[in-house]
């Protein structure tokens, strides 16, 4: 076959023109190519010859009057001559035709490469609804505008190519005289007399043919499915226009269902008929797959050329009003088309059951356009298949050709009615079965009457049923479905379909699809019932938990079945074609299967629903009614079982793929079966390729989470996280939400009405290139759900069950369409209510989606004033609903508008009816398509304001909004993980910014240090510290404001950018004061100092005179060393004493003896002290668990406990007699539960003398307090600069005996014993007085003279040998310099070296290069890792002391162990660097003196200047050297003694790094440990927020634990308590704020409990964490001990905790930071 791609450019010039007054395409191609054949390759002279011909056989009726002898002749003579090349020249004349039109319509591309669904499965321009169309865009907007259901799309105006020439005609200009002579003659002018003759635009059947034949099987089904809604005729038989083969397109009939209603007086029920009586009349209504449907046919033909339309007759026999049928009257007609003589066209009309139906059962109209002669395959098929032959001929001769087949049509025993067009009788039937009616002067309503009249009557008589199914069997034509492709797929199909055959559909799923049936539905109860629990909850927990595991193991039993074996077989087998036929025809054959059974249990349903009813008007309250209403659940109950189609094996899979996945199966057991984990792989592909794909389970209410969280990986996977638009809707059921969408979108969500959606689906519809430049999205996911207020859910339910669907899809969606039917107030309450509240809740939880309201089949949407008066009573209903919602909702809301941004003049959209008039005839509405039209714009321009979302966000908003709805509080229980996530994020940012400001001033506080030290700076000025840190805060500024701007969350991030930068701003503003406040006391001690550094400096350069001295009376003895040695000795301690005589030494301190005497000081006994001191409780009384035995109980507190004990005796007995009663149970265990609310009991306790919780918590509390007022009492001291005073001690103590006062001033119930108080001034003083004695010995280390120059002694003792030896001053001087450079660059390098081995830490070290979190999740690592259980009590008691203790011993490891190289080379790096530094310096020094012909002091001066901000360098000991002159040796010396210092300090050792003022584990400590540390008030868990100070945010953490790890118990018994709080604020259990409250509190109403609970926000997370199971099993006996407790009774360990390991521990702290 000749390419189109081949034939000839010119074949767009030969048109062959037919006559202008036939109906488009009567006169045959054939014939007019017999007239062409005499010039094969067409030219223009074989055109003009045709037009001749044609134009000759033209009578002055303006008809081609075949008969003519002349016309006989030459007709005649051609056939003969050309006989052999007749096909050839046809096919070839065709093909230039078709390559033409296609190349005018820019397909021609697209006839081998087709057109496929995923070509219009996108948001592309606009569609042009009144607009012309140029001849290009034609086909594109065609099939655009019939996808949106617009019938207009056959008629869409063409656009010419000249602005001069008239919208529909081309009209010729004559430049005659002006006369009336030549007005006339122009008038009657018919010679085409102008410049070139205009070619017509394309008709519109080509354009419907074309697209036809440049799609692909699946678009056809798609494109005839939309012509068959649009109640157009479909191609039956549709010859090639290459090679004029004929097909039938079987495939693309194969989705199109009908509808109808028949009328019998018989009142005989028929077989799977849905029946309802009509006074004498039984009106049976039918639905089928119209492939199955077997009706009559009635054919219609044309022979010849006849004046009159045959398809306008057909259309006014099937509807009037509508062209059903395309004809040569109807817009846009040109008078050549090249693609539809040949064609068979197939409409069928349905009766509405009314009394003014045309026919009273359905009838398929066939008809064959153009000449029947020319189509003489198709005519054959056509009348073998017709019930009823019609036949439309002008009056003929005897011997024209026609006769042979009517003589044939008369002899055949079917019936045959003839219409006779120039003929003007009546209808006469000339035998039985035989009629002929003339048409001509006839009224056509006339005409149409008696035509319906005599088929009505042909067909009351037997007739031939015609089954399209059986045109597969017919020969010499091409079936579509006979493709190798579509037989693969069908017969895989069919394999499937074979397993169901004889089976009740009713049981179907649960022999083939057991794990969505009544175990999947048990599973969701049980999971729900997780949410709601009571009792001991984590018992109950952990059963309920392990029955989810079993039902998932039965699951797995019983999961694969043959019909899911081959399913998925073929899913994963089939090439992609291939699968999409066998998915496609898996629909069609299930549909088909089920469709029966459905409508005989709709039948029963409707009987039984009417019995009901009946009864119901009655009154009756018989047993009657009840049985009824029994028997209707249990139809209805049916009904829903009844429907089985592919979505329900899709949702096998993913109850598949849950039930091993939770059990953690790698593989099938079976050898041969499918690997469950590839399903969602499978499942992402068809989501990808424009599947919908099952979000909720409609029938059991649930979202699969496993299932979906890994489809939508797997899509991410394949397609990246590409930022989708979400839009879902929402309404009443059957409101026609589906359709709108299909009709928006091109989508597939199921319509019909017997099959309404089920829960909700999800389909990807991607945005097309051109638009994506507008949006910021790449997707738009469409969510459909199934109507609210649903039959099938009635009861009590249904209203939970709403309001669930719509605040999912509502916080799913971007945007929500809500979907308001008709006109019904009741109805509109009803949706606007559900979605009011929903948005309500989505406002609560910081979510904002957007909405419109549609208001569907509207009469007169024209109309601007009833338009404005419906928005405003909208608007009076949403106000007033909102109302209503904020009260339910605990929420402050007035009107709508403060729920959500709303402006009813543009969110609310008005929809005509769906139908033009009544179905099942009427076509669609095309104001409904303007509507879908317009409403797709107003979502678009919404969207393009919307950065969306990505899937990843998608995927969490699922999981975040089912979780919530699975407790019964959904705002209350809402966690927004992708917000948290980002904020984490934000938090992580945030470390690295206050780092980098940090790291900054950690090098401006360095240098100005050496500056203080090195006595050249003497006040620092904030403005100085500013401008210093100018640099790094614009640099950080900048980087905050690019990731606020620039990130791909920055919508979400928009609500914490003020605080996060005034969060920035503090951090540096007190970074700089503490800066300036730790320099101001350097200098402050400085000058303290400043006598004493005098004399120090006095001393040295009298030491150094001296050494000058005696060094020159033993210059003789200088090379014996140990004389010198011993000379040395023996004068340095003469100059020593001599030096400091009458300078007193500072003496030790004995703080031991201290404390005793300032304890004796406050009158306590000294044999008291001994024995605390000797026991040595007091090191751990902040540790402690029960400090009873530091109490002495007051009277009242012993009556009040042994009252107590009775009452506990009384109850328990009484509560043992009536333990069935559930009431009375649970208001005993409300009062027994609840102490445990206040903080916990802990360590040894005594159950018969309670000492409550609160009391124990004040008393570690007071504990805590003297101990930070101690500390800070100490640190406030200026003992390093001034030394030690007893007098600090004394006002410790103090304040420490004042505290204890003041306490027990407030308690009532007991006294703190001496012991206590004794144990307390110990422990505080003790830790007190090491503080003290570590800067004392700090003090006398810098101001005791006597150990200064004892510290200097080798220094002198080189000096001195140096001068022995008779080295110059130079050398001298040399050395003196590189003793103190040694001791100032060793010192240079540690503190730099400090400073970027933290830098190297908190950038990569996981521990710390995270948020609060993160460090978190590592410390709670290591503690399990160590297994110890003092450091697991220090963690729960004083985190912060456990957190800075891990960064200290992580520090230690980082260095000398794990990154022990990486630390060295810092080390090294930062010795070279501090050594290049002081070489630079020498040789910059020595130049600049030698140039201003400078002196020693000059050079030092310069010398020092130079590493003023490097290092401490002191020149006032280096007097006495003014002699030195040759700066050069100087230099020289000085470097010899430098290299010997950065060879040491290569060797330097990381261990000595402790012993310096700058530390990296102190860095990090003040860097990481600036954040919160409030901890829960029910289990102690740190809030895990990076900001110290992050209200308005409230406290949270991940992952909470359970309460008995902080000494939570049961009231006035030992059982401690294991619920984890975020379990218990989801239960419906109570507790106590405080220990003397009167009145519990429900744990869903924690907040309410007082100041420490209202600013905590704690989400039930099913206490998944696996951590504190596993440490309090672990840890139970120690536990026990501590608190003086048991895990018994309703504490008692689950067992299924005993199983968790160590490793699973450890790992679940990943879920804790994952998130």
Known sequence: MEKLGELEEGAAETKIKCDPLSEPGDVRHSETNEIAEKNDNSTVAGESEI??????????????????????????????????????????????????????????????????????????????????????????????????????????????????????????????IDTEESDIDALFNTSPDTDQIKQTHVHPMDVQMAVFHCSDSFLRQNMIAKLSQCQYALPLLVPDPLTMDIECPLWIFRQIRKSWKLTDNSNVVKDNSNVVKDNSNVVTTKSMPICKAETPMVSFFRFGSVSLSKSQLMNTLINDRHSTFFHRNCPGSTKSRYLMDGVAEIAWYCPAGKPNDAFTDCIAFCNLHGDALSSEKQRDILIEKASVNVVLLPTLEKGHKSMTIISALLKSPKPLICLIVDNVSVAVEMKPGKYKMGLKDRNQSDVCEELKGIIRKLLSRPYLAFQLETMASVSGIRVDEDDKVCQTGKSAASQILDLLQEMDISVIEDKFLPCQGQLWHEWCRKNKELFCLKGQIEKEKCKKQQELKQIRQKQCGTSYSELMQLFSENLQSLPSNEKMYFLKWIGILLDDFSTDDLSVILHKYDEKWSEVLALKKKHDKSDQLKIKQT??????????????????????????????????????????????????????????????????????????????????????????????????????????????????????????????????????????????????????????????????????????????????????????????????????????????????????????????????????????????????????????????????????????????????????????????????????????????????????????????????????????????????????????????????????????????????????????????????????????????????CEEVEKAMRTYFDDDGDKEMLVQWRGRFESKLKEFHDELVKGVKRKLEEVIQQKNACKKLDDKKTEFENKLLQKSKELAHELKDKAKDEKELEKQFNSVWNVWVTELTEGTPAIKDIDIQEDVFSILKDLGIEWSLINDRKSCGRYKNISKIGDYLDYVTLTKHQDLRNKSQQSQDIERENKDTREQGRAARAWGTFTKIFGFGSTKPEIEHHDSRSAFPHAEQQLIRSLINNVEKQSIAIINSKPVAARGYSTTYLHEVANNVKEKMKEFESKSKTYALKNEFKVDLLLYVCNIAGNRLVESHNKFKMNNDVLTHLESKKMQYYSIFGSLCKGNSSAVVLGELICSKLKVSTVQAVYHKTAIDLAGEMKCSFPPFSGNKLNLEKHVLQSLAEQEDFDSYINYIRQPRKQVESFIKEAVKKYIFTEHNDKALGILKKNAKVIGQLVSQALYTATEEVKTQGGDTDMWLEEFSSLLKDELTFVTNCCENFGDINNFDFLKEEIEKGLASIIEEMGSLSLRNMEEFRVRPDKILIDQLCKCCWVQCPFCKAICTNTLEGHGPDDHSVPFHRPSGISGWHFKDTVELCIDFCTTSVASDQRFRPSHDSKESIPYKQYRTGGPKYANWRITPDESKLTYWKWFICRFQKELEEYNGKKFQGRGEIPSEWKRHSKEEAIKSLDNMYNL
């Not at 606009?126 to 140029?134: A, F, G, L, M, W």
């Not at 290139?769 to 997707?779: G, P």
């Not at 009741?826 to 609560?844: G, S, T, Y």
């Open 51 to 176: 037009k001749s011909v044609i134009a000759s056989a033209t009578n002055e009726k303006g008809t081609i009057d075949e008969d003519t002898d002349e016309n006989k002749d030459k007709v005649g003579k051609r056939q003969k001559s050309v006989k052999n090349s007749e096909e050839i020249s046809r096919v070839v004349q065709c093909q230039r035709e078709t390559e033409s039109l296609l190349s005018r319509l820019h397909l021609k591309d697209n006839y081998q490469q087709k057109l496929t669904p995923a070509d219009f499965l996108e948001i592309g321009p606009p569609v042009k609804q009144h607009h012309e169309t140029s001849e290009k865009d034609l086909a594109h907007t065609f099939l655009q505008r019939l996808m949106m259901l617009d019938h207009r799309a056959r008629y869409i105006p063409v656009k010419e190519d000249s602005t001069e020439e008239s919208h529909s005609k081309h009209v010729q200009m004559f430049d005659n």
């Open 631 to 1032: 028997e209707l659940e249990e139809i209805s109950a049916k009904l829903q079982s009844a429907t089985f189609g592919l979505e329900h094996i899709f949702r096998e899979m993913g109850q598949i793929y849950e039930a091993h996945a939770s059990l953690m199966r790698d593989a099938w057991a079976k050898t041969g079966e499918m690997n469950w984990s590839k399903y969602p792989e499978l499942a992402a592909e068809l989501m990808i390729s424009g599947h919908p794909m099952e979000l909720m389970d409609g029938d059991a209410g649930h979202v699969p989470l496993t299932w979906i969280t890994s489809l939508l990986d797997e899509v991410i996977k394949k397609l990246g996280d590409q930022r989708v638009f979400v839009l879902s809707v929402l309404g009443i059921q059957s409101s026609g939400k589906s359709t709108m969408l299909n009709a928006m979108f091109g989508l597939q969500f199921a319509v019909s009405a017997g099959r309404c959606t089920k829960g909700a689906f999800m389909q990807l519809v991607k945005v097309s290139k051109e638009m994506q430049k507008d949006f910021k999205f790449d997707y738009v996911l469409v969510v459909d759900t199934e109507g609210l207020r649903a039959l099938e859910l009635a009861g009590s339910t249904t209203l939970h069950h709403d309001n669930e669907l719509a605040t999912f899809v509502i916080g799913l969606g971007n945007m929500t369409l809500i979907n308001i039917f008709g006109e019904n107030p009741a109805e509109m309450q009803d949706v606007l209510q559900i979605a009011v509240q929903a948005f309500m809740r989505m406002k609560m939880v910081k979510l904002s989606p957007s909405c419109v309201f549609v208001h569907q089949n509207v009469t007169d949407i024209a109309a601007a004033e009833k338009n404005m008066e419906g928005k405003r009573r909208l608007q009076e209903k949403l106000d007033k609903m909102a109302k209503l919602a904020a009260e339910e909702e605990v929420c402050d809301a007035e009107c709508f508008s403060d729920v959500i941004a709303f402006d009813v003049q543009k969110d609310v959209k008005y929809f005509a009816q769906l139908w033009e008039g009544s179905p099942p005839m009427a076509p669609p509405n095309p104001g409904y398509s303007e509507s879908i039209q317009e409403l797709k714009h107003i979502i678009l321009s919404k969207a393009s304001k919307s950065n969306g979302m990505a899937l990843s966000e998608f995927k969490s908003s699922i999981r975040d909004l089912w979780n919530a709805l699975l407790n019964e509080h959904f705002v209350f229980s809402f966690k927004n993980t992708h917000e948290i996530a980002v904020y984490r994020k934000l938090e992580a940012q945030y470390g690295k910014w206050t780092w980098a400001l940090r790291s900054a001033m950690l090098t401006i506080e360095n240098q100005l240090h050496n500056r203080i030290e090195n006595g050249k700076l003497e006040k620092v000025e904030h403005s100085y510290l500013l401008k210093e840190m100018n640099n790094s």
